[in-house]
C-alpha cells in the first residue's frame, strides 16, 4: 500500500473588525504553514471578519460581503500559488443581490477550484444567522485537489448526517469544517464525539477549525481538532488562544478503515424506505 502522506495545518484565530488586519494575519500564518511543510491550510468560519451574525443584521451588513472571485479570494490565491499550499477559508460572499457563508477552495497552483456555501442556517440565542445568510444552493461540495479530494461541511453543516453521508458518497477522503463554536457551547466531549462518529462511519479524514477569542457578544472555544477515519482525534489545538495546528495524516489508510472495508459495502439503501 502506497502511503499518501500530507500535512494539515488548522490556523485557528481571532476576529476583529479591523478586517485589514485580520487578512494580514491570515497571510502571515500561510507563510508559517508553508515554512513548516503543511500542504493544506484550513480557516475558520468568516476567517478574517469579526463574527457578524453575534447580533440580528442590520441595514448596511451588505458592505462585509464580496463576490467569489473577489479581492479577499485573490489575494489568498495569490499567495497560495506562491506558497505552494492547498488553503480553504470563508467568508460573506454576495451573489446576485444575495448573501451566503461561502467557503472557497484554492488548490496549490493559485486556482480557484470552486466553493461551497453553507446549507443549513441557525437561528439561535448571539447566531443570527437568517438574516445574513440565505440557505446554500450548490450541494454538498467536493473538490478535486493537489492532495486528494476535499469535503466541505461549513460550521452548521456537519450537525446533519446526511449531509455528512452524501460527501462520503461524492468520494470526499478529507472534510474540512470551518467552525465558529462557542465556549460551552456544547456538552464535554460532544464537540469531537460528533465528528469523531462522522468520520467513521463515512469513511474519511475530518479537519475542524475553529475560531477563537471573545468577541462583543460571544467567546468562542478554540480546541480545533483533526480525526481520523477510525474515529480518533489525532490532533487537537488548545482551547482559548490562537494557534497554528499542524499534523500529518496517510490518506492511504482510508483504504482499512471500517467504513470502507465493511459498512459501504453491505449498505442496503434499496430497503430502507420500507423500515
Not at 448526517?161 to 472534510?175: D, F, H
Not at 483533526?226 to 494557534?243: L, W
Request: aromatic share 10%.
Amino acid at each position: 500500500m502506497t502511503e499518501r502522506r500530507i500535512k494539515i495545518a488548522l490556523g485557528q484565530i481571532a476576529g476583529s473588525p479591523d478586517r485589514q488586519k485580520n487578512l494580514e494575519k491570515g497571510l502571515r500564518i500561510l507563510e508559517e504553514a508553508a515554512r513548516k511543510g503543511a500542504q493544506v491550510v484550513v480557516f475558520p468560519e468568516l476567517s478574517f471578519l469579526p463574527f457578524l451574525p453575534q447580533k440580528p443584521a442590520e441595514p448596511g451588513y451588505e458592505s462585509w460581503a464580496e463576490p467569489v472571485p473577489g479581492p479577499t479570494t485573490e489575494m489568498i490565491s495569490r499567495k497560495a500559488g506562491e506558497l505552494r499550499l492547498t488553503v480553504i477559508f470563508n467568508l460573506l460572499e454576495i451573489y446576485q443581490g444575495k448573501t451566503y457563508d461561502c467557503s472557497p477552495v484554492i488548490d496549490s497552483d493559485g486556482k480557484l477550484v470552486g466553493k461551497n456555501r453553507m446549507v443549513h442556517v441557525l437561528e439561535a440565542p448571539n447566531f443570527h444567522e437568517k438574516s445574513y445568510y440565505n440557505p446554500g444552493d450548490l450541494g454538498a461540495g467536493v473538490f478535486e485537489t493537489s492532495i486528494g479530494r476535499i469535503g466541505l461541511a461549513i460550521c452548521y453543516d456537519r450537525h446533519f448526517p446526511e449531509y455528512m453521508r452524501v460527501l462520503a458518497m461524492k468520494g470526499a477522503e478529507l472534510v474540512v469544517i470551518p467552525q465558529a463554536g462557542a465556549k460551552g457551547e456544547w456538552p464535554a466531549g460532544l464537540f469531537e464525539a460528533e465528528v469523531q462518529v462522522a468520520a467513521f462511519q463515512n469513511g474519511y479524514f475530518c479537519a475542524l477549525t475553529n475560531r477563537v477569542g471573545r468577541e462583543p457578544k460571544v467567546e468562542f472555544e478554540g480546541g480545533s481538532f483533526v480525526v481520523s477515519p477510525f474515529g480518533q482525534v489525532i490532533a487537537q489545538a488548545r482551547r482559548g488562544e490562537e494557534e497554528l495546528l499542524l499534523t500529518e495524516v496517510d490518506l492511504s489508510q482510508l483504504e482499512d478503515c471500517p467504513a470502507r472495508k465493511h459498512f459501504w459495502k453491505d449498505r442496503r439503501p434499496e430497503i430502507y424506505d420500507r423500515l
